[in-house]
């Protein structure tokens, strides 16, 4: 239940976060929305689309020139206004020249009065050129719209005419212009759109779907000056090479200073304004290129802007802080990206200041409520912290200074807070190395989480060299042999089933394998303390005794209680034996009693006694434990043979235990050879190691014996007339060769005799038995 309530805690605390990332979410989206309809920010993506379209250069259509009045010419022909007289002799000059329309950006609204044949002079020009364009001044007031024509003469001569209205939007700025005029405008063409009809009749379907008094986005080429222009002066006076006029649309207007009707465009630069003659030019070559700029629909505007914004804050609930602000600023950056992308090289304005206006304000809001409840959450842990009842002087929450701030004030707490789990980690890494025993804690899954200097040293043994905290414990197990092959860890029933903890590992040391849940402060599992203990010691021991129990309950008591029945007998006089055969028998059990104490008490001695090391020449301990035979071999009619290298065989070992010991070897061969046999010592030797091996030619051991030889209270199968002994010779043998880092092994066996060898390191160490 506990366990259930912390993770429904767990929860709830990820149901606030998500149900305030929701609200701040709709918010945010809610306010973009209402600043896309609203318009609210059209002077911010107005700016914006100034500042992305000034930076466009493309190439001019070939066939769209300029010719200007500029200063030169008013310095060459005199102050402005011109007569008439001079536009006919230049019209002429491009009707020679072969240019394919002229437009006149000039209002020759009046016929000239001081020289009255000038109009007809021009007006004839006009007629031998065919298509000349002149402008119509739409004037509209409070009142209906006022139009100016040109004067009758020209009017009549003109092929075809157009309004020249700028349309002036935001901070005075010219970025659209009206192709055709609404009706009640009189429903006028731009003088661009009729100079076009005039020369290429088959573009005039290309405004047949384009509603009337609708703006046209001018997508302008460069800044003032990138179309080509010419001289007023020079095109007149036959500077200019006809080629450079041919099958041109030429558009003539003032560039002058002071009397150019110059505007404000999105390519103004350094304040420098573009001539209205220029403006015309613009748009004339970008609709001869077939170009144009279409603003995104207001759906298409809401939609995106949700889609853009909608991201950043579906980032910003997953992201940390610093990829969080790394992902919104490479949004926004983004958003002006694909804004200028589309309007420079697709053609579509997309208005990108709401989208990147919510996309910036969405991180400072989400982080401020992430702030807010880091700082709510963290007061909380500080205050559970601050109640703690871990017993250690250290930790005590230190008071932050009185000029600190809020956030300096909980930076504070915290450093202490962070000081405290650090002693309470070192308390407890401390008191883990501190165990004798190799010791892990392990999660829910089995991964090694922490342990201690024995467990590392423990699993070494067995060839893991890493750390252990990269590895399972159930793999860790099945390496040091504690855990079968493929055989499962249930770290719950190895805490519950207490009689099923004993395990033995690959080196055959008996492990104690306890398991014990460690829990959070709801009492729920966060995983297990596990800990191997080495019980090989505690086993040995309960062993011997239980041998000891066994030597003084059934060896020692046989020997006792057939002495007490010959004693009983003896009583009874019409079923004694003779006196003599009755002692015989009586001196036997008691050698038997002493022969069985005598080997308890030595095999004893061979495990605890501290072993007395020393240099000794081998080959002489060899001879001593012959001589120490004599009797026995003489009473059974055997030779001792030593068979050893004439130099000095030095070795550092406990010279008594390895005199015993030899001499057990040498007994055991003796009591089983025939007579008149041979009994051989050989003496090997190597680099590191000496090797004694005693021969007999007695009847061998079976071979179902030879594993069990060596324990402690084994006779072997003895010959009629031989004594059996109490089983304890081989077993001192075998503790003293374990003692000194060897051992004894039977090497051959059968009907021809048994070889007997004790394998000994030339400088022995003292080895404790546990």
């Known amino acids: ?303 995106m802007t949700l889609l853009f914004v909608a991201g950043a804050l579906i980032a910003l609930r997953f992201l940390t802080p610093r990829h969080g602000l790394m992902v919104t600023c490479a949004i926004a950056a983004g958003i002006l990206g694909l804004s200028a992308f589309l309007l420079l090289r697709v053609g579509i304005w997309m208005p990108p200041a709401s989208a990147v206006l919510g996309v910036l304000v969405a991180y400072p809001l989400w982080s401020w409520r992430r702030q807010e409840a880091a700082l709510r959450y963290l007061d909380h842990q500080l205050r559970n912290l601050s109640q703690s009842t871990i017993p250690l002087p250290v930790l005590r929450l230190f008071p932050a200074s009185a000029d600190a701030d809020l956030f300096d004030h909980r930076g504070y707490q915290l450093a202490a807070a962070i000081r405290q789990l650090q002693s309470v980690s070192r308390f407890v890494s401390d008191g883990l190395n501190s165990l004798p025993d190799a010791t892990m804690v392990v999660d829910l899954h089995g991964r090694v989480l922490m342990n201690n200097d024995a467990a590392q040293r423990y699993f070494a043994r067995f060839g893991v060299r890493a750390k252990l905290n990269i590895f399972v414990l159930g793999n860790l197990l099945r390496l040091a042999g504690v855990l079968g092959d493929g055989e499962p860890l249930d770290l719950a029933a190895q805490r519950l089933r207490v009689d099923r903890q004993e395990r033995m590992d690959r080196e055959g040391m008996v492990q104690l394998l306890r398991a014990t849940p460690f829990r959070a402060t709801d009492q729920s599992v966060l995983g297990w303390i596990v800990s191997l203990t080495d019980i090989t010691s505690i086993r040995r021991a309960e062993e011997e005794r239980e041998e000891a129990v066994r030597f003084l309950t059934h060896d020692i008591r046989s020997p006792q209680a057939s002495i007490m029945a010959l004693v009983e007998l003896r009583r009874q006089r019409h079923l004694a034996l003779n006196e003599t055969e009755l002692l015989d028998r009586i001196e036997r059990h008691a050698q038997e009693t002493m022969a069985l104490a005598d080997g308890f008490v030595q095999l004893a001695r061979a495990k605890s006694i501290d072993l007395q090391l020393e240099w000794f020449d081998l080959r002489s301990l060899l001879i001593d434990a012959a001589d120490d035979v004599w009797a026995l071999a003489s009473a059974g009619d055997v030779n001792i043979e030593v068979q050893s290298r004439d130099d000095e065989v030095l070795i550092h070992a406990d010279r008594s235990l390895m005199t015993r010991a030899v001499v057990n070897l040498l007994n055991n061969a003796i009591k089983y050879s025939p007579r008149a046999t041979i009994v051989c010592i050989r003496l090997l030797t190597g680099e590191s190691t000496v090797t004694i091996q005693i021969v007999d030619h007695g009847p061998g051991i079976p071979p179902a014996e030879v594993p069990t030889i060596f324990d402690a209270f084994r006779r072997a199968r003895h010959q009629p007339g031989k004594l059996s002994g109490v089983g304890l010779g081989l077993a001192f043998v075998q503790v003293v060769a374990e003692r000194h880092g060897g051992d004894v092994a039977v090497l051959e066996t059968g009907a021809s005799g048994t070889t007997m060898q004790l394998q000994l390191p030339r400088c022995a160490k003292d080895v404790q038995l546990d």
Not at 107 to 136: I, K
């Open 1 to 303: 239940m506990k366990r259930l309530t912390g993770l429904w805690r767990a929860l709830g605390q990820t149901h606030r976060t998500t149900a305030e990332w929701l609200a701040l979410s709709l918010a945010v989206l809610t306010c973009v929305v209402v600043l896309v309809l609203t318009g609210s920010l059209r002077r911010a993506d107005t700016l914006l689309y100034d500042q992305i379209l000034s930076t466009r250069l493309e190439p001019v259509p070939y066939d769209v020139v300029l010719i200007g009045i500029d200063d030169a010419s008013i310095r060459a022909l005199g102050q402005w206004p011109w007569r008439r007289a001079l536009h006919a002799a230049l019209l002429d000059r491009l009707t020679d020249a072969g240019a394919r329309a002229v437009v006149f950006d000039l209002v020759l609204a009046e016929e000239s009065s001081a020289f009255p044949d000038d109009d007809t002079l021009l007006a004839d020009a006009m007629r031998r050129n065919g298509a000349t364009v002149l402008p119509v001044l739409v004037e509209g007031g409070s009142g209906a719209p006022v139009t100016y024509y040109p004067s009758a003469r020209l009017r009549d001569a003109a092929r075809s005419f157009g309004h020249i209205e700028a349309v002036i939007g935001d901070g005075g700025v010219v970025r659209e212009a009206v192709l055709q005029q609404a009706i009640e405008n009189g429903g006028w063409d731009h003088i661009a759109v009729a100079a076009l009809r005039l020369v290429d009749p088959a573009w005039l379907p290309a405004l047949q779907n384009v509603p009337r008094g609708s703006r046209y986005l001018i997508p302008f080429f460069g800044p003032p000056g990138h179309i080509p222009a010419f001289s007023y002066v020079d095109v007149l006076q036959g500077r200019v090479a006809p080629e450079h006029l041919e099958g041109r649309i030429v558009l003539i207007g003032a560039m002058a200073s002071g009397m150019a009707d110059a505007v404000n465009t999105p390519m103004t630069r350094d304040h420098k304004p573009m001539a209205g003659v220029e403006l015309i030019a613009s748009i004339v070559a970008a609709l001869k290129a077939g170009m144009h700029i279409t603003p995104i629909s207001m759906a298409q505007h809401v939609a």
